[in-house]
């Protein structure tokens, strides 16, 4: 059963940036789809972006062109990279993982999340 921990979230101003990292505990070519998701303060999770095992990547509208979604396979690691960070990108940023196994399940995993905070 695959682990992610999260790190890289803190404190930023407006305009800021910062680099989360996701590190996985088995090799991440094996993983269908990673994503990223966040929940803010009274709010469900939403999703943010996702990197597919073939290295196609999807982005909410709210963060395409100032989110990046990469990986580096060597390290079992992916990234979201934020720049231009907005107060409403205040929130807990959660990797997750799918695994689809040979009859067609999906096996979904979560870290433990990291927080982000945008804020003068």
């Known amino acids: 059963q695959v682990q992610l921990v999260e790190s890289g979230g803190g404190l930023v101003q407006p305009g800021g940036s910062l680099r989360l990292s996701c590190a996985a505990t088995?090799?991440?070519?094996?993983?269908?789809?990673m994503g990223w998701f966040r929940q803010a303060p009274g709010r469900q999770r939403e999703w943010v972006a996702t990197?597919?095992?073939?290295?196609?990547?999807y982005y909410d509208d709210s963060v395409k062109g100032r989110f990046t979604m990469s990986r580096d396979i060597g390290k079992n690691t992916v990234y979201l990279e934020m720049k231009s960070l907005k107060p409403e990108d205040t929130a807990i940023y959660f990797c997750?993982?799918?695994?689809?196994?040979?009859?067609?399940?999906?096996?979904?995993?979560w870290g433990q999340g990291t927080q982000v905070t945008v804020a003068s």
């Open positions: 997750n993982s799918e695994i689809i196994d040979e009859r067609g399940t999906s096996a979904y995993q």
């Open positions: 088995t090799n991440i070519l094996s993983i269908n789809r």
């Open positions: 990197l597919r095992a073939g290295g196609d990547t």
